[in-house]
């Protein structure tokens, strides 16, 4: 099925959980076939919320069959088995299951919710789903009709056309530089064969990782993962793709579009998740431009110029390569101003680096805000895999407010240096920005 | 009370409930999110626990002890619908301005406080009320409430602080509206739709009258509708009603109570025209059709109706098995998306609307034939008593899956006491759906769909790009 059109931004942030360790117990729940799961018992409430991902996601996508990863998650719920598409549905909200997946660059992934009494009839819906999925000719017309009214949909978006833009600058010869949800060309021409060919290639044992969070106990789930997941095959096809640098270097792309506010993306190279500085780059972000409303960019851009309502910045590690990105919207009368804005936040940061108080309130904040990740079984869920793709540790809850802590200002000022280059930047500008002109 | 679940319908316009979030806009997901499940028919659904200070302000509070944290929420009886004509958008205008100082704080230390403190905080506006809120850890709770009872009465604005601030206002506004088809043409649905009502007014305002709002204007609504005896705290979270009690009353029940306040609007008149919007616009690439007709609230109108009015949307248009998708989208190959809302929790008069996004090579007209079938259909031959059962049952379902996150208890009984329920009536909203019949839902039907009180709005592709 389609999902709701809030495209926004081209990458998902990584996950970079961690909870409370006082009220967060993780378990590793080990079936007796080898299946491994994360699972976090919560008996507040008769559910249970699951997330599943493989690696592998859209960017494995063969050229020419760009939105293939997509397409078929939007089909796996539709039909599986005995059960056509209506009876499949019909089943999951008769009993108010929700089973949904998701394609993303890296990433494959599912989201099971069920009540306790009917938490069986869930596993065994997406045990078929993985499985036996049909495919049958109506539901696969009407995906692939709802699939390209979404692109069309998204053309009408300044936000979603900039994003695809700024991706396809960034990594003109990688599939990075390619949409997820491919194009009107691409989705027209997939085909059954494809879809079946990319679930017995991607879904597999070996590239999955399962967090569970909820009311079910390890006895009761290690079966359940036999059950479940017994029937994947062990390995999926493998791949070898290279890490990829981004094309950064100074450019400015204009897309003209009749709009009045020009909305404005911005990035450069970004810091892979295992590199040593990540922790450096994630405190100096969010003095920069990340959460909330006390960064230096709302601060400068919003507070004292009123130039946007919306401006921030994010880093964004992907499996082969890293991305640091920002953005903003304004009147077209205003966009030179705000890029003027943010290239001197950005040379001030590379320059001078931050000052005590603001590493000091940084790390507060980002330290003593981690426990509101855990106030949902599904967020739990997410964090439990995304610990797991990332090989952060069973024992990460613990430990990440350390690696905040660990930051000194020495870190940020050499990761700002390495990292900021206000004339490396990549602008991409949707709208009729006054006083901005394209650079290739 | 109504639960949604996120399923498929897709290409649905913003309902009329749909909010502001004037901070980062981040928050809207919260309330849309809610996913439900089944529940035994007379179980509660957060079980609350209530008391109200001698200054008039009614407390809320749910406890939940999966993290400690708290989500701490301030709810003024106060929304854009309550704003005097010709002054649209100062109720969202204010809300972005309670975030500047006090007499006691300087502007933009209220936000450097909660993020100190590891805080997460956002506000937003809707027609019938306004919140604000900040999730923390619960050792910083009595921090939060501190700074929040300052802002209730000690705000302080100067000219310095309101101009830049109305620039984001208006590029908010650009950004959710004017960059926006659909959204263009929801403002106009609305002023058609509401002939008196003061829902007729997009809440963010307009462009012309953001821009000639005075700081006198702004701080006279602030002055008249901020007041403990209009504001209701809700606190959900790590704490229970014997511990927040004495916080309350040491940081909230200080303040003195205000002048008494009537919500006085204009009422509806009655509607004698079907009407029709048609928009063509050049960004447009996918084509939409929507019906809204005017329909009675939990507070407004005929209300006997508005339990039966959430099962028949459910059975309508409520997702991927509803009449309206199996119809158009999966039969007769005529949509891409196809769907039906309505919500009764609002004070004045809602709607109950219908939309579906055509297949290329399909009119708009076609679409609203099929759609019109359908309606005609249930009108004549109601609806089944399978069909009934099983959208109780999921509709039911769905209040247990709203307990698992504490924010939606916060949100759902805020809502619900800043329009004028009761939190009695948020409780029994199981019970009273589990008694609804396919009687009730026909006569329902046949009530709200009369041709006369709707608007259809037809959105297409401007072919000819005009200057």
Known sequence: MIRALALSLLLAFTVLSAGPAQATKIEKVVSPGGIEAWLVQDHLNPIVSMRLAWRGGGALDPEGKDGLANMVSSLLDEGAGDLDSKTFQQTLEDNSITLRFDAGRDTFGARVQALTDYRDLAFNLLRQAMTKPRFDAEPVERLRAQILAGLRHESEQADAVAGKALMAALYPDDPYGRPTRGTVDTVAKLTVDDLRGFVKRRLARDTLFIGIVGAITPEELAPLLDKTFGGLPAQAAPWKLPEVGPDAKARTVVIDKPIRQSNILFADKGVMRHDPDFYPAYVMNHILGGGGFTSRLYSEVREKRGLAYSVYTYLSPMDRSAVYVGGAGTANARVAETIKVVRDEWTKMAENGVTDAELTAAKKYLTGSFPLRFTSTERIASMLVGMQMDDLGIDYLDKRNGYIEAVGPDDIRRVARKLLHADRLTFVVVGQPEGVTAKP | ?467
């Open chain 2, 1 to 467: 009370m109504t639960f949604f679940r996120r399923r498929r319908a897709s290409f649905a316009p913003s309902p009329q409930t749909a909010r502001l979030c004037p901070r980062l806009g981040l928050l809207a997901a919260l309330v849309l999110a809610l996913a439900i499940i089944a529940a035994p028919a007379r179980a509660k659904v957060f079980s609350p626990e209530t008391f109200t200070l001698d200054n008039g302000m009614q407390v809320v509070v749910i406890s939940n002890h999966r993290a400690p944290v708290v989500t701490h929420m301030v709810w003024y009886k106060v929304g854009s619908a309550d704003e005097q004509s010709g002054y649209s958008g100062i109720a969202h205008f204010l809300e972005h301005l309670m975030f500047k100082g006090t007499k006691t704080r300087a502007p933009g230390e209220f936000s450097k406080i909660v993020a100190e403190n590891g805080g997460q905080e956002n506000a937003f506006t809707s027609y019938d009320y306004t919140a604000y809120h900040q999730t923390i850890a619960r050792e910083h709770l009595e921090t939060m409430m501190a700074m929040e009872a300052d802002r209730m009465t000690n705000l302080v604005l100067t000219d310095e602080i309101i101009e830049p601030e109305r620039q984001v206002v208006r590029e908010e506004r650009r950004m959710r509206t004017d960059n926006n088809p659909s959204a263009i043409l929801g403002e106009h649905v609305s002023e058609s739709l509401y002939r008196n009502y003061p829902y007729r007014r997009p809440i963010i305002g307009y462009d012309h009258e953001i821009v000639a709002m005075t700081r006198k204007n702004i701080t006279d609504f602030y002055k008249h509708w901020y007041a403990p005896n209009n504001a209701i705290l809700v606190v959900a979270g790590d704490i229970t009603a014997k511990e927040l009690k004495p916080l309350a009353e040491k940081y909230y029940g200080v303040i003195p109570r205000g002048p008494k306040i009537d919500r006085l609007r204009p009422a509806e008149p009655p509607q004698e025209a079907a009407r029709i919007v048609a928009m063509k616009h050049t960004q447009v690439r996918q084509p939409s059709w929507r019906r809204s007709y005017i329909a009675p609230s939990y507070l407004y109108g005929e209300t006997e109706h508005a339990d039966a009015l959430q099962v028949l949307t459910e059975i309508l248009g409520g997702g991927g098995t509803s009449r309206l998708y199996r119809k158009l989208v999966i039969d007769d190959k005529l949509a891409v998306g196809a769907g039906s809302h309505y919500s009764p929790d609002s004070r004045g008069p809602t709607q109950f609307m219908i939309y579906a996004s055509p297949r290329p090579g399909v009119t708009l007209p076609q679409v609203e034939a099929a759609v019109q079938a359908e309606i005609d259909k249930i009108e004549t031959d109601g609806v089944t008593a399978d069909e009934v059962a099983r959208a109780k049952k999921r509709m039911l379902a769905g209040a247990v899956f709203a307990r698992d996150s504490f924010t939606t208890g916060a949100q759902t009984l805020g809502a619900a006491l800043a329009v004028g329920q009761k939190v009695a009536d948020v409780e029994a909203w199981p019970e009273r759906i589990a008694a609804v019949t396919a009687d009730q839902i026909k006569a329902a039907a046949k009530f709200v769909f009369v041709k006369k009180h709707s608007v259809t709005a037809f959105l297409t592709e401007d072919k000819e790009p005009k200057e």
